[in-house]
């Protein structure tokens, strides 16, 4: 079973989310309606919170951790994806803010207290360091990630297609007739 309770929290998802078997989500975890979670996924809300919005898909071996609260952080760092987002295969998002029309590219590392904004790429293999924040409208490259160059507008656009054709995707698999 995909959802695990922990202590007294459990996940809660939305209308027409889709979890593949193999994937975990576990605690305090809310995900938005029509997003996806794939295969050998992790999204673990033990001692913080995890939201992702609506249409937004978390790929293959993707890894979705928080940092707990402390006296020093009261806060801790809770994991926040938001709408029409691609969390592409093997990214490691951990205590993190990722703003709507976003696609963070395969095998990238986002550490703690890092903001993307939204509409931005990160590309594949990118390592985030913590507390950056990430402009809106740009493509950001490199171990550590550093601002490549605007976007283009047929980029611009791809953002949210990617996130729209997982929608597709995550439909088929839920057996649901496309629109």
Excluded at 124 to 141: D, F, H
Excluded at 147 to 163: C, G, T, V
């Amino acid at each position: 079973m995909p959802i695990t309770s922990y202590l007294d929290t459990s996940p809660v998802l939305a209308d027409g989310v889709y979890l593949h078997d193999s994937a975990q989500v576990i605690g305090d975890v809310q995900i938005g309606q029509n997003s996806s979670v794939w295969c050998n996924a992790v999204l673990r809300g033990d001692v913080n919170r995890i939201v992702i919005g609506a249409c937004s898909n978390i790929q293959d071996f993707a890894m979705g951790h928080v940092s707990h609260k402390n006296p020093a952080k009261p806060e801790g760092s809770a994991l926040i994806i938001g709408n029409y987002v691609t969390i592409a295969h093997s990214v490691i998002l951990h205590g993190c803010t990722v703003g709507d029309q976003c696609l963070i590219g395969m095998g990238s590392i986002v550490m703690d207290d890092v903001v993307i904004q939204e509409r931005v790429m990160v590309g594949a293999g990118s390592l985030v360091t913590p507390g950056k924040i990430l402009e809106s409208g740009y493509l950001y490259l490199g171990r550590p990630a550093i601002q490549a160059r605007a976007l283009n507008p047929e980029e611009l656009a791809h953002l949210k297609y990617s996130a729209e054709h997982y929608v597709r995707i995550k439909d088929n698999y839920l057996g649901r007739k496309l629109k």
